[in-house]
């Protein structure tokens, strides 16, 4: 059971950017397929971004382009760099791992960006 650590969060202006990290601890994340979510005000969680063990990636259409996935084997670390926010993408992030069982989820990282 991996334990899930997400920081990096915060208030920016439309347009700013932010790197988000998820640490796994617990469990090694080398032979997982991990996924970053957002829940925003109101909504259920979603699926945005995906890197699998071995390395492609996979986007949300709402995120493509402007959002990259990457991972640290070695430091069992997920990151999610997001640049050119906007507003829409106001929400709290998570990580996970994306097979069943899923790992108890995080506190997540608050991100609001501001209009």
């Known amino acids: 059971q991996g334990q899930l650590a997400e920081s990096g969060g915060g208030l920016v202006p439309g347009g700013g950017s932010l790197r988000l990290s998820c640490v796994v601890s617990?469990?090694?994340?080398?032979?997982?397929?991990m996924g970053w979510y957002r829940q925003a005000p109101g909504k259920q969680r979603e699926l945005i971004a995906i890197?699998?063990?071995?390395?492609?990636?996979n986007y949300d259409d709402s995120v493509k382009g402007r959002f990259t996935v990457s991972r640290d084997n070695t430091a069992n670390t997920v990151y999610l760099q997001m640049n050119n926010l906007k507003p829409e993408d106001t929400a709290v992030y998570y990580c996970n791992r994306l097979d069943s069982p899923q790992w108890n989820w995080g506190q997540g990282t608050q991100v609001t960006v501001s209009s």
């Open positions: 617990g469990s090694m994340i080398s032979t997982e397929h």
């Open positions: 890197v699998t063990s071995g390395g492609p990636k």
